[in-house]
Structure formats: structure tokens, C-alpha cells
């Protein structure tokens, strides 16, 4: 496997909507599925998107590391998974501030509005259709890297920029600040 580069924000890739996978299991998204789950573990990210390792298709892998779980059925701690030509719709109406990161935007962090829970389908790197429901941190995941695949970045999302600063500075005067 192969540590792959990350698109960082002002690259083209980032911006535009990505390509439906036509074969989800075609050896070279497996080998792709492969090696963006060893760079999202080697980055310390909970999602990582194709467009972000400059594949412009319709891919990303996530996980939920236990202690970011919130324990609710829809958001148990798993261990890498992806999901490839992915559909989310949200689920009611209800939203929530996330403090997001993405490592596209290296060092810095906002609050994103997100729904509360989504509903996916898409399918595995088999070729099996996969469907549910999230909420918690696998909702928030999800729904950030589906936006990579439409070529829109967490900032784009926020209401308030005064909402976002670099980590460092986050840590320091508290990320309360929602």
C-alpha cells in the first residue's frame, strides 16, 4: 500500500463535482480504497475523500475511533469502511453545530452546521449495495465527505467565519465558542 498526496484547498480537483464510479469493483479502486485508508490512519483523520488524493470519483472511506462514538445505534465505533457512488439525504430538519477539520485545510477549524442524522446508501469496495442511518460523528463524517465528492469544502458551509481559527488557537481560548 502507498501513502498517498493531499489535495490541499485551492487545488482544482477540491472544487468540482467528481466522476460515479462505473465499476466499484474494478482492482483499481480497490487498490485506491486501500491506500486512502492507510493515508486517512496515517494523517490521524476520521474521513478522507477521493478528490482529496487527487481521484476525481465518487469514493470516500470514514471510521469512528471509540471515543468519538456517541454510542447511539447509529453511531458505533467502527473501524474503516467506505462507501463508493454514495446518496446521504437528512433526516428531519433538525441541524447542530460541528467543530469540523479536514485535512485538505490543514491547522485550521470551524463550526458547521449539519443535520443531525442522514440516511446513505452507496456501495462496499464488493460491489454490495450498503445502506443505513448516522447521526453523532459518523453523521458529521459522512456528510463532510460527501461534500468533497461535490466539490464543496467545510468552509463553504459555515455561517460565521468568525467561527473558524487555527487549532492552536482553538485549544487555547476554548472551542466553545459555538
Given at each position: 500500500?502507498?501513502?498517498?498526496?493531499?489535495?490541499?484547498?485551492?487545488?482544482?480537483v477540491?472544487?468540482?463535482?467528481?466522476?460515479a464510479?462505473?465499476?466499484?469493483?474494478?482492482?483499481?479502486?480497490?487498490?485506491?480504497?486501500a491506500?486512502?485508508?492507510?493515508?486517512?490512519?496515517?494523517?490521524?483523520?476520521?474521513?478522507?475523500?477521493?478528490?482529496?488524493?487527487?481521484?476525481?470519483?465518487?469514493?470516500?472511506?470514514?471510521?469512528?475511533?471509540?471515543?468519538?462514538?456517541?454510542?447511539?445505534?447509529?453511531?458505533?465505533?467502527?473501524?474503516?469502511?467506505?462507501?463508493?457512488?454514495?446518496?446521504?439525504?437528512?433526516?428531519?430538519?433538525?441541524?447542530?453545530?460541528?467543530?469540523?477539520?479536514c485535512?485538505?485545510?490543514?491547522?485550521l477549524?470551524?463550526w458547521?452546521p449539519?443535520?443531525?442524522?442522514?440516511?446513505?446508501h452507496?456501495?462496499?469496495a464488493?460491489?454490495?449495495?450498503?445502506?443505513?442511518?448516522?447521526?453523532?460523528?459518523?453523521?458529521?463524517?459522512?456528510?463532510?465527505?460527501?461534500?468533497?465528492?461535490?466539490?464543496?469544502?467545510?468552509?463553504?458551509?459555515?455561517?460565521?467565519?468568525?467561527?473558524?481559527?487555527?487549532?492552536?488557537?482553538?485549544?487555547?481560548?476554548g472551542?466553545?465558542?459555538?
Open positions: 500500500m502507498t501513502l498517498l498526496k493531499i489535495a490541499r484547498m485551492g487545488h482544482p477540491l472544487l468540482r463535482r467528481a466522476d464510479v462505473t465499476d466499484p469493483t474494478a482492482p483499481d479502486i480497490a487498490h485506491l480504497v491506500d486512502m485508508i492507510e493515508t486517512m490512519e496515517d494523517a490521524g483523520g476520521v474521513g478522507l475523500a477521493a478528490p482529496q488524493v487527487h481521484r476525481s470519483c465518487r469514493v470516500f472511506v470514514y471510521r469512528v475511533p471509540d471515543t468519538r462514538s456517541s454510542g447511539a445505534p447509529d453511531d458505533q465505533p467502527c473501524g474503516p469502511q467506505v462507501l463508493i457512488n454514495p446518496h446521504l439525504t437528512p433526516i428531519g430538519e433538525e441541524t447542530v453545530l460541528r467543530l469540523e477539520g485535512l485538505s485545510i490543514p491547522g477549524r470551524g458547521v449539519r443535520h443531525t442524522r442522514v440516511a446513505y452507496g456501495y462496499d464488493q460491489g454490495r449495495q450498503v445502506k443505513g442511518t448516522a447521526s453523532g460523528l459518523l453523521a458529521n463524517v459522512m456528510q463532510h465527505e460527501y461534500d468533497h465528492l461535490n466539490g464543496i469544502l467545510y468552509p463553504m458551509r459555515m455561517n460565521d467565519l468568525a467561527k473558524m481559527g487555527f487549532d492552536t488557537e482553538m485549544a487555547r481560548y472551542e466553545e465558542q459555538a
